[in-house]
């Protein structure tokens, strides 16, 4: 019996080690598409397997976490309700609210009631704990600005996928500079600074741009968006809008939590007291 119990031991042994090289050598391949077109003036495609993924850069153990709202901030959730937020048609939003935190529940993606001008933005989130997935299964969301501009919200804590899609990319067009996420389930703090685009008679004269420290590290700064947010596509400037709109939080089938969410538009200089 004793034979056989070490031989149950050692053929465990050898299959969790034989799991964890599988699972290692799946995360050094390439994850993407490869029948997607090329970025204007870049050698990769949209969402390319073969863009270089950001360094990781560890985050300090707190930055922005739980940072309090400032005088002229509109707070779009406080933990306790979702009176801010409807469904992008207009019904009331269906998210699990529980604890000072609002989680995705499968039933549609969200948006603010209220529209923005260029703003500073403050939001916390948290993907499942629980890994349960790869790549972009994993704590998928995003942030939606004015339902055009991604900034993407992933587990990318050791987690390969598309350099282009993962924690903090401007979805399909620029991954970040670096790779400062936390471990699956630990909170995290996206502080963001968007500058719309502009027109003038019909014709874009300035085009979005969005500075972004994940975790207190800057992972864009001014970068400018290519156009919209478009799935496998290029993005384009393809409909003029309004220099404002609403600010959206992406139901992508996975339960990522958030908290803390404040917003304040940004006033320009000189513009009195």
């Known amino acids: 019996m004793r034979v056989n119990r070490n031989k149950r031991t050692l053929c465990a042994t050898l299959a969790a080690g034989l799991l964890m090289t599988a699972t290692a050598a799946a995360q050094q391949q390439p994850v993407g598409y490869e029948d997607t077109p090329k970025l204007p003036g870049l050698p990769w495609k949209v969402h390319d397997p073969n863009r270089p993924v950001p360094p990781v850069v560890a985050p300090g153990a707190a930055f922005s976490d739980m940072a309090a709202a400032p005088a002229d901030a509109v707070v779009l959730f406080d933990g306790t309700d979702l009176s801010k937020w409807q469904k992008p048609n207009g019904d009331e939003p269906e998210w699990k609210v529980e604890n ?3 989680e995705v529940t499968s039933t549609g993606s969200i948006r603010t009631r209220d ?23 994993r704590g998928n969301s995003g942030v939606m600005i004015y339902g055009d501009y991604e900034v993407q919200i992933l587990d990318s804590y050791e987690n390969r996928s598309y350099a282009d899609g993962q924690a903090g990319a401007l979805y399909g067009q620029t991954p970040p500079m670096v790779n400062s ?3 699956p389930g630990a909170w995290q703090t996206y502080d963001i600074i968007f500058e719309a685009p ?76």
Do not use: C
């Open 100 to 102: 000072g935190y609002m």
């Open 115 to 137: 529209e923005f001008g260029d703003f500073q933005l403050h939001l916390e989130f948290a993907t499942p704990a629980k890994v349960e997935s790869n790549s972009q299964g």
């Open 181 to 183: 996420s936390r471990a």
């Open 198 to 273: 502009r027109w003038k008679d019909g014709e874009l004269v300035k085009k979005a741009n969005v500075t972004v420290l994940h975790n207190g590290v800057v992972i864009h700064h001014k970068k400018e968006y290519i156009g919209r947010t478009i799935h496998r596509r290029v993005g384009v400037y393809d409909r003029p809008h309004e220099p404002r709109g609403w600010i959206g939080l992406q139901d992508h089938r996975n339960p990522t939590r958030f908290r803390n969410v404040w917003i304040r538009e940004l006033p320009g200089y000189d513009s009195g007291g």
